[in-house]
């Protein structure tokens, strides 16, 4: 057992602190500590930022244009963009397409698809859930034909994140309708520009717009933009979702978080009645010590043989509910100046949306609590997770 | 003791109930979310109904009903999440007046509540003083001739963008923060900057800047302007709990209905057991909201100190229950709770910002350890 | 709605509150508030006592030999016993055998059992529990065998609080096997000093022996000693435990743990970091909240047409928990000193227990918190509580 | 950074399950709960095991094993429930005396404790003083030939009733409470009046009073007295925390058999979605736990106010996690979970008792905010 930090990690560690310091814009980095959502054209901006220097996925293989980190530099790597309050690339190329297809992918797919991922030219989204299905994917009904050297595709998704900016989608469809549930299902890669797509906006109880609901009439979709065998989707899924597992705990989003509750407690506490600023102070404590066990849970997983722990499942199950408990502290801490519908596009640029009274801290707290509560829901709900430990652990 | 509701509360409650059903579906609340503001159609048939003056005596209007009826109405008007300020503005400002000793003015004022003529705000909240309504953020002047004028900031005064008098708490001349007086301000053109934006649950609030306004002092009675201010916050707080058991109530109907329909892996959701069991806490945690509400009109009867403990304890359970019970809302609805077109979400933003008003989980919890202080436990 | 005391209701409990005064034995007070099970010789004694005044059963009907006492009177004579720690009545007899006799039994049998419960000379166990059924009561093996004039029962319960004190049992049997579930039960009162049956004592975790289990043997009793009607009894069983609804809360329980915690910590204050005072106080205020609205819950239910409260569960759900809050917070207010295995025999009489070190409220305390584990799982358990809520109230 | 278990490691927790379970049945520690004391055939079987001298240096017969190797060892000894003071005697008392400079008496105590030859306690609670080791219950004075005698009182001394030495914190000669020296006392039969006692959990305990007691200062290497204390204490902490996650482990293999082989309602336990998910967050909760046991083991590698803040963030953790997989342990056995026939509720009251050892939760989490002060947050 050894709980230091070779020196080769710690060099790789300083290298990103440095590039983050020098290189991440300061408004980017503004936006994000207050927790308003990354917009389209700063991550596209943010993401070519770090292509340039080789960063967008540096977890990946090399033969696939990666740097091939080892899985602590990679807890560093993300680390690093947490402190330094940078946003992280969203996880759709980097963790999940990209993965999905070095791993099962033909050579051409990876020569087309990954390098556009890696220099932040293309971005992605995932189509899973549907409108009937929830956190059952099994009861997936989005149908692809085959018709000639193309399947022809229909059905919907819904809840697809950022589908509105995405280039291509990776898409859990039927292709045959007499396997039942599980069975049946391949990946697609779906030019989101096909003609018969559609894609509606979700607006969100935060008042945003980051969700969408993605209709599909006839959209024809070349046979050779199938990801591996037809039928077998579901446990390329499964092994895609796996291996993102410690980023379900969420540990940066939380470590940012308790940041500001901190940063806010310190400045608001000389105004505070001393028994309240003892109670805040508490909870932030508490969830201090949850996330050192977050933490922990997270290295564990990464550098031992953990074998008896329900990964992903127990990660995300404390990782959501701890996310959630750190915004709303925040939000407690601001008190009723958290209450104002800070409007997204509005803050800091737009003069006539910035509250003068407001605290500094105040815009995107009360955003994140709400969106947040989606975070127990969406990737298997609270319920589902817990159904998986039981099952994993006790075979209940 | 009996906590039974009399026939004719029975019939204030199912006749307000029906009416709101009727006229302020989830989509015309939804428009009205657009055209902000509550001097329209609806406010006037709140008048029509004998809403906003019925705490008022008869002789100004009223029908003489006490903080029970009011729990009821707001009871309803929580579970439609109606946008206008009832509470604020007949039960926070109408209890204020009330309080005060009889002039021609304040006379006028009630009458004119009541009737739904004029729409009064009252103004509490200070930059960076969380709940104190005196920190010293607006004061208080006297000009030369001795007419007083108000200077300074508030903020977040429900119902502030279109009232025409506001009801401003500041600090008089020559006192000190946290010196309390009540001063009314007629609203026109260049009496104070006005800004108004919305809160996240939809409710329309302002920021008031005052620079030397004219102003007419309140104070005036047996009691100070800071124990009047208290027991009207008190009689508005308890209407307010009152207004979240009613989301409370909507948030575990829509749920119920979500799982009695709603299938997943091949059941319906009402059929598995963990949310069985939520959907039983969510009950039960309102019910025990339900019992805080008896709890708070009973400490209205009692002496201030009892009376601010009581209600701090009813304000802590309810929100407690509130926000619980929004959040389980949406997590048991799934996606689609998360979205703006469906209510529940709408519902918990209501619970949020109604535990933030008159004083969040923290203040009261201080009021109620204050009023409760740890010496050696006699018998009561 | 009216929120006063009537002048009787006033005067009552002003009576009340002077004989506990006047009556009350001052060491059987003191153990009661240390927390210990009252002993057997000492709930006799007390019965007795209050026999004498017809307290013993005082909302029992007139004709049955109690006071007639209104629902809201019978709060505040219990609300008393609470306030003075006096011990409470054991309930089998008061709650549910006498009720369960009065309302279903004949005349006979009135006049045998009624008089001895009002008197204090005669104590009942409940026998519902048995070794295979836990808190599905439906599932009772238990058989009472017709044999001649006389039933014979063979089985035997679990869980029986007090049987080896008790005079008799009220006990759910099969007199009926074609009949499945909960059809084909009967009540029979049982002698305890009956051939064939044997009490063996279940320890339980506190270190104390409240618990057994009891053994019926080709046990005879004769076919007047059946209430009601044959294979009728969980219809009777249902309406006995529905009339005890609200002293499931056990609100006096809660209000006397309060007192001794806010004892505890005014006396404690002093030595203790002034961050831990104030948190320990808003532990104490969160319960102190908690118990109003437990308070205010059973007076609706007493008092107002409450038609739409799942009654008894929601009461029991929020009681139960409480109580455990509540015992939990006093043990962590006591800190290292709540530890010791305090003998309730031994404690305060014989000296060679009386740990000279420990704080005065220490002895009990632990014990407590130890035997109010069963709360959540005795009288059904909190799991089938909320299953009763969410089909009573949602048909789920 | 590598989190396995080398081969060595994995061998001595395989060895130590082996031969506990064999050795050391719920039935067997039944029987100990009888005759009480530790001084009996398994604490040499410990000795012959080389559990008590491990953590020693070579030339002192030990292997020199490292934290790691004792919590998987302390591990073992939660699973079953082991009733002798390991964590006290071996790792709180070892430590102290390795942290001291190295005397014939230190050599010679460690080689004895480790051969399990004698058997040493410490004292450290006073009366009222709660995690205070030094609060003025015990002092240290000089005799008029310059010797050291102690007078005063300690409590819940684990082990004390039959160890032939006790190491005793008080307050020095000339000194305040809260100085702190450490003092040996050679406990024989004027030493000290003792009375012994269980506490919950069954382990026995003493009250050791000194009146005018010779005693040995153990002060005198570069650390002080108090720096050596906190040190110990916080070995002996993430030792407990070790023997907490075992308690938790046999709670979870108990409770899970338990699920699947009841039947209730016509179906197993295990069956029902409320169980299964109570089931699940029993051993999220236990994975957390462990996970904190690492953080544990690296904070004993760091300087001392990183090394506090991390022990007590553990042992926060661990123990919170303990007390719920307890309760819940018992809460899901239902009526067999109280009875102390049964294993769980013994698991339940250890646990109670850990929590309450080397400092309760209010005390740790005080320590921990102590060392994590309120300003501006920098970046680490």
Redesign the interface.
Known sequence: ??????QD?CRFRDEVREFLRAELPAELRERHRQGFHIRDDDHRRWTQILGRKGWVAPEWPREHGGLGLTP?QRYLFDEEFG?ADAPTILSFGRNLAGPLIYTFGTPEQRARFLPPILAGAEFWCQGF?EP?????LA?LQTRAEPHGDAYVLNGGK??TTEAHHADFMFCLARTSAEEKRQNGLSFLLVDMKSPGITVRP????D?EHH?NEVFFDDVVVPADRRVGEEGQAWSYAKFVLTNERTSAAGLDRMKAGL?RA??L??RL?P??????V?????RL??L???T??????V??VL???AR???GAS?LK??GSALAQRVAELV??LL???????FSDEGYPHNAD?N???A?PDAPGA?TT???R??L???GG???V???????Q???? | MNLSLTEEQLLLRDSARRFLREQYSFDVRRQRLGDRGMGGELWTQFANMGWLAMSLDEELGGSGAGPVEIALLCEELGRVLALEPFVDSIVLAGSLLQAMPSTQLRDDLLRGLGAGEIVIAVAVLEPGARYAGAAGGVVAGLTSEGCTELTGRKILVRGGGEADMVIVAAVPPEGNPGDLGLYLVTMHGDSCARRTYSTVDGCEVADLSFDRTAAVDLAGGPMSAAAILDEALDRATVALCAEAVGCMEAVIELTAVHLRTRKQFGKTLGSFQALQHRMAEMHVECEYARAMIYKGLQSLTLPADERQKGVSAAKIRVCQAGLEVGAQGIQLHGGIGMTEEYPVGHYYRRLLVIEKTYGDLAHHFGRFEARSPLIEAQRQ
């Open positions: 057992m050894d709980f230091s930090l070779s990690d602590i402190a859930s009937n299905a929830g956190s059952d009861s819904i809840w979700i607006w969100s109880i008042g969700l940041r901190r940063r407690l310190v506490a105004g505070l009645d001393p028994t309240a003892t109670q805040f102070r508490r404590a508490q201090e010590v949850d050192i066990a977050l933490e922990w849970a290295l564990r550098t031992a043989d008896e722990m329900a127990a199950l404390r939000v407690d008190g009723p100046e958290a209450l104002p519908q949306h509250y003068g009274f605290d009360m609590h709400l969106y509560r989606a127990t829901i969406a709900a609270y319920e997770q817990r159904g998986i430990v039981a099952k652990m006790f075979g209940l």
